[in-house]
């Protein structure tokens, strides 16, 4: 029996065992010592390759893949600096919770330590920041050794998705020579169509008496909040507004919680709480007895600086499975329960909570109030950053996903993304809240032929100019929005600038770049539009284009500074006067 028939048999029985858990989309950055990997799953009939030359990109287009499927998907690379490339991704997977089978390749035990070329330490080189590692044994076809490949594979998919879902590492050590023999009689092995280790994973949820206790506390109180913050799940959206209207409390909701859009009841939604929260003396005046709060921490500042402001309050956080994401530091207590059944619990329990009425009325006014000026537009003005989201969710279409890069635009859409009853996912990378990645993870987001816009800074944008290769490679259709105000435009809001003369060195880091030779290069449709009309009709346009379209949204910073504040200190004035000062 040939090392290349071991090799052949043993890695087979590895990616077919992913594929019988539900594994369907690996992305692949080209290798030697990763060759078994590579090209077993591009042999595999029914998983899908994707093949990214730049491992960062590589691992940022696998984790939008996976937060648009919401499901695991695999990446593969070579030994080395190759999978060190790997960990922003790794890092963001883990901490927004996206389950992702990193597969690296590695030189054989006896060459490592020993100064041979392209060998570094992968043992356990992701640390805490995956789920699970496993050093995986060195290719053998004996029955026991590939039921060992077996239990790995269907282990490691399983544990990626399970609980709170994150990343998994298995590390494969390979001899040369690498590549198998795909001539072999039945190398996927003798499978049944299902997992080397079938799983039953029971609902969690409050029994009675943990239930009883909870609405007992909060039937004590008669102002309470509901909050959501980011998460993935779009099923969540109607339970959380039905406790709101059951309840008829506040419901705060997060651009990224998925409860914006949709056709579900937005009733008690509050789509500007991160403005009404901006001035001080409009939270000095909001005393909420209670929060229950869905999902991760929101972007909104305002909010977390409320949070803290109020440590008198009963603060609930609901976790689907297990986490301390509470960074207000205060007294918490932790909901261990599956948030759809939670809601619908209770709803549904006999004794339903009676709260303050003109609570809701002030918070539904302020917020009226704020969107109402907020949304104000001169059609003749400038193009705003702000009122680029406005025009943005306007023209997007139906069953679309916008992907929000972070900095400026995120909270920008915190802002001025209001209720609308289109079907938008709302994605971004909000775990460790870099600009590592952006678009790629947008173009994973949009490789099974989704409508996605990607939303982006120009720091953000020239960031991961090596992620395009993906949209000329494969044709993927992705809409560009770049608001290109020549630096980093969050700095300026922050008390850095105007304060040091180092400020455009170090933190305004104007680029000067022209975007529209970016998109010749990776063969893009380009548009700089000068009006609010011609940025509608380069929107739409851009939905009826197959392949990558660039708008560039050019704006200045220090006006939009200027052109925020002006709004933000308008609101708090209504605001203060409705409140009676």
Same mark, same amino acid.
């Given at each position: 029996?040939?090392? !290349? ?8 029985? @590895?990616?077919d ?7 369907k989309?690996?992305v ?14 591009a042999? +595999?009939? =029914?998983i899908?390759?994707w ?8 691992a940022? @287009?696998a ?6 499927q919401?499901?695991?998907?695999? $990446?593969?690379?070579?030994?080395g ?11 963001e ?7 992702l ?29 995956v789920?699970? @590692?496993q050093?995986m ?7 026991a050794?590939?039921q060992?490949?077996?239990?790995k594979?269907?282990?490691?998919? =399983? ?8 990343p998994v590492h ?8 690498? %590549? ?6 039945n ?9 080397? +280790?079938?799983?039953f ?13 909870l ?5 004590? +109180?008669?102002?309470g ?10 099923q969540l959206a ?9 309840w008829?409390?506040?419901l /705060?909701?997060d ?8 056709q579900?009841?937005?009733?008690? %939604? %509050?789509?500007?709480?991160?403005? $009404? ?10 005393h909420p ?18 949070v ?5 309050m ?7 499975s297990?986490?301390?994401r ?13 948030p ?7 709803m ?5 909570p009676?709260?303050d ?8 006014? %302020?917020?009226?109030?704020a969107?109402?000026?907020l /949304?104000?537009?001169n059609?003749?003005s400038?193009?705003?950053?702000? =009122? ?12 679309s !996903? ?7 635009p ?13 079907s $938008? ?9 870099g600009?590592?990645?952006? !678009?790629?993870?947008a173009?994973?987001a949009a490789?099974?032929?989704?409508k996605?816009?990607l939303?982006?800074?120009d720091?953000?944008?020239?960031h991961d ?5 993906s ?5 993927l259709n992705?809409t ?6 020549n630096?980093?435009? $969050?700095f ?7 304060? !040091?003369?180092?400020f455009e ?7 000067d770049?022209d ?6 290069l990776?063969?893009g ?5 000068e009006?609010?009309d ?10 009826? +284009? ?11 910073r ?16 209504? /605001? ?6």
């Amino acid at each position: 029996m040939s090392y !290349t028939e071991a090799l052949t048999r043993y890695t087979a029985n @590895f990616v077919d065992e992913l594929y019988q858990n539900g594994l369907k989309d690996v992305v692949i950055s080209p290798g030697s010592r990763s060759t078994p990997l590579a090209v077993t799953f591009a042999e +595999h009939p =029914h998983i899908q390759h994707w093949v990214n030359m730049d491992e960062r990109s590589a691992a940022f @287009f696998a984790l939008g893949m996976a937060k648009q499927q919401n499901k695991p998907v695999a $990446i593969v690379c070579t030994s080395g600096t190759a999978a060190a490339n790997y960990f922003p991704a790794i890092v963001e997977a883990y901490y927004s919770r996206v389950p992702l089978v990193v597969l690296t390749a590695d030189r054989p035990h006896e060459l490592r330590d020993v100064g041979a070329p392209q060998a570094i330490e992968q043992i356990g080189m992701y640390g805490k920041y995956v789920k699970w @590692f496993q050093e995986m044994a060195l290719p053998e076809q004996t029955p026991a050794m590939l039921q060992y490949g077996r239990s790995k594979a269907a282990r490691a998919y =399983h544990t990626a998705f399970e609980g709170n879902p994150g990343p998994v590492h298995l590390n494969f050590p390979y001899r040369e020579p690498l %590549m198998p023999d795909f001539s072999l009689d039945n190398i996927w092995g003798t499978n049944k169509s299902m997992s080397f +280790h079938e799983t039953f994973t029971g609902e969690k949820r409050l029994d009675s008496h943990q239930l009883d206790k909870l609405l007992e506390q909060l039937a004590a +109180h008669q102002k309470g909040l509901l909050v959501c913050g980011p998460q993935f799940d779009t099923q969540l959206a109607e339970a959380i507004c039905g406790l709101a209207e059951k309840w008829q409390i506040p419901l /705060l909701a997060d651009p990224l919680s998925q409860l914006r859009a949709g056709q579900h009841a937005k009733t008690n %939604m %509050m789509e500007s709480y991160d403005t $009404i929260l901006k001035s001080k003396q409009v939270r000095d005046r909001l005393h909420p007895d209670f929060i229950i709060r869905f999902g991760a921490m929101p972007v909104s500042k305002p909010y977390l600086l409320f949070v803290k402001e109020h440590p008198e309050m009963e603060h609930f956080v609901v976790e689907s499975s297990h986490g301390y994401r509470e960074p207000a530091g205060t007294a918490a207590q932790f909901v261990y329960a599956d948030p759809i059944r939670l809601c619908q619990d209770l709803m549904d329990h006999e004794e339903a909570p009676a709260y303050d009425q003109q609570w809701l009325e002030t918070w539904k006014a %302020m917020n009226k109030t704020a969107k109402a000026q907020l /949304l104000e537009e001169n059609p003749d003005s400038a193009l705003t950053e702000g =009122h680029t989201v406005k025009q943005l969710a306007e023209a997007m279409p139906e069953q679309s !996903t916008i992907f929000v890069g972070n900095s400026m635009p995120i909270r920008d859409m915190d802002t001025f993304f209001m209720a609308t009853p289109k079907s $938008i996912r709302v994605l971004g990378n909000r775990g460790a809240n870099g600009i590592d990645g952006t !678009t790629s993870s947008a173009l994973g987001a949009a490789a099974h032929g989704e409508k996605v816009t990607l939303l982006s800074g120009d720091v953000t944008f020239f960031h991961d100019l090596t992620g395009l290769m993906s949209a000329k490679q494969y044709q993927l259709n992705l809409t560009v929005v770049l608001i290109n105000n020549n630096g980093g435009g $969050i700095f300026s809001f922050l008390p850095q600038a105007g304060q !040091t003369g180092h400020f455009e060195t170090i933190f305004g880091t104007p680029l000067d770049m022209d975007f529209q030779y970016v998109s010749a290069l990776y063969e893009g449709k380009y548009v700089k539009p000068e009006t609010w009309d011609d940025l509608r009709q380069a929107l739409a346009a851009s939905y009826q +284009h197959n392949g990558l379209s660039i708008i560039e949204v050019q704006t200045n910073r220090q006006e939009n500074v200027e052109w925020h504040r002006k709004k933000w200190d308008d609101i708090e004035r209504r /605001l203060l006067d409705y409140l009676g000062r």
